[in-house]
């Protein structure tokens, strides 16, 4: 089983900038979970692919936020962070971690990030 528990959304204005950590809870170890990664889903929208990062560093990233967005995990401390700058009012959404062990997807229950002047 893993659990994952989102933290550090909130209200930033348009060129601001906030950094989510999603806490990684697991029975087994969390060199057994690949890839993890962050989702988000605005209002009336489906849920879409942010960026994941694979064991071994590889990083992808939604085209939407490239250069913007950095996602980091750290396997020592079971966390998994998304670093995001330069924000926009359409990266407002539901922001969700996202892991696979075994085969079975996992999720988060998600923070929200809004984009505001």
């Known amino acids: 089983q893993v659990q994952l528990v989102e933290s550090g959304g909130g209200l930033v204005q348009p060129g601001g900038s906030l950094r989510l950590s999603c806490a990684v809870s697991?029975?087994?170890?969390?060199?057994?979970?690949?890839?993890m990664g962050w989702y988000r889903q605005a209002p009336g929208k489906q849920r879409e692919l942010v960026a994941t990062?694979?064991?071994?560093?590889?990083?992808n990233y939604a085209d939407s936020v490239k250069g913007r967005f950095t996602i980091s995990r750290d396997n020592a401390k079971n966390t998994v962070a998304l670093q995001m700058n330069s924000l926009k009012p359409e990266d407002t959404a539901v922001y969700f971690c996202n892991a696979v062990w075994i085969g079975h997807v996992y999720w988060g229950q998600g923070t929200q990030v809004t984009v505001s002047s």
């Open positions: 697991t029975s087994g170890s969390i060199f057994s979970i690949n890839p």
């Open positions: 990062i694979l064991m071994g560093g590889r990083t």
